[in-house]
């Protein structure tokens, strides 16, 4: 088996399924220690320079110029808006949760698409695909049994990964659009560089620099810069050369499926049968817009992919 030729890629795509759905209990475990921005701008700073700093000693084309800007501005609107978002909403709601509501990110994909000039149109059974899974994550804000209140928390929370969204869509984008001769994983690294140090003057701004020095929370996000920014984004990189898109793809439905079962399994998050209800009717809406994407344009398929925690 693992002769085979597609063994390594898809050996990488498991990894992406399963590392990138553990960042969202690994972001709730170093939010322990660290204050959110923080914790965005040290994991981005250090991952960064690990990727630059091997791509230097290599002797690998590094960008410059206006190429250069390029990278550093998706960056920071894909990490330090998009990441930047998740961190923050999850010290509202369950790390669980904000994966399921991150897997509706196609829906920003394509609308973005069709704003900018020369993108796909909305079209009707796309439209409808947004609705349903929308409606499933209108479940979501049911009350629970007894009471008449929405949750607060998870409205705020929902907002911000709207705002994330949004500015991780509009970067992949640019992104795509402004590709360089720079590799994707090298490219990445400045994006997450740029990000990293984008996020200190916001730092600054908010006054909150105090880390609670905790083993669990250093531990975290050690595994955050390992497994999520180095080891996931890499595989991840590794899998888009030489996999389908429509098979790389299924990876953020792993991944809200991993966030959900962890998050039960380490603090006992909501897990039931509303989740579960919510999941299923969002991946469906998902799933008609990825399918209806690349049934139209397969060259624009990449409109369709969600969003990604690297």
């Not at 501005?73 to 808006?81: A, D």
């Not at 001769?181 to 916001?202: D, E, F, R």
């Amino acid at each position: 088996m693992s002769r085979h030729p597609l063994f390594k890629p898809y050996l990488a795509l498991v990894a992406v399924c399963f590392f990138w759905g553990t960042t969202y209990l690994g972001i709730r475990m170093a939010l322990e220690s660290f204050p959110p921005m923080l914790l965005v701008c040290v994991r981005y700073i250090i991952s960064g320079s690990i990727l630059l700093g091997f791509a230097r000693v290599r002797g690998i084309y590094l960008p410059r110029g206006r190429e250069l800007a390029w990278a550093c501005f998706s960056g920071l609107l894909t990490l330090g808006i998009g990441n930047g978002a998740l961190v923050a909403s999850e010290t509202l709601i369950a790390s669980g949760i904000a994966g399921l509501i991150v897997t509706i990110s196609p829906f920003w994909m394509v609308g973005v698409e069709a704003l900018l000039p020369g993108g796909e149109r909305l079209h009707l059974p796309t439209i409808a695909g947004m609705a349903v899974g929308l409606g499933g994550a209108a479940l979501l804000f049911a009350p629970e049994a007894g009471s008449h209140a929405i949750d607060r928390n998870l409205v705020i929370g929902f907002l911000l990964l709207q705002f994330g969204m949004a500015g991780w869509s509009f970067g992949s984008i640019i992104q795509r659009r402004r590709a360089g001769k720079a590799h994707p994983v090298v490219a990445g690294g400045v994006q997450q560089l740029a990000a990293g140090l984008a996020m200190i003057p916001i730092t600054a701004l908010s006054g909150d620099w105090t880390v609670h020095w905790n083993v669990r929370g250093v531990t975290a996000i050690c595994y955050l810069i390992t497994f999520g920014s180095l080891v996931g984004y890499s595989a991840f990189v590794y899998c888009m050369d030489r996999l389908p898109v429509a098979i790389v793809s299924i990876y953020p439905y792993c991944n809200a499926v991993v966030a959900m079962a962890l998050g039960w399994l380490f603090f006992r998050e909501p897990f039931g049968l509303r989740e579960v209800a919510a999941m299923l009717i969002i991946f469906s809406g998902v799933a008609i817009v990825k399918w209806q994407s690349a049934k139209r344009s397969p060259d624009k398929a990449h409109a369709a992919k969600s969003i990604s925690r690297v």
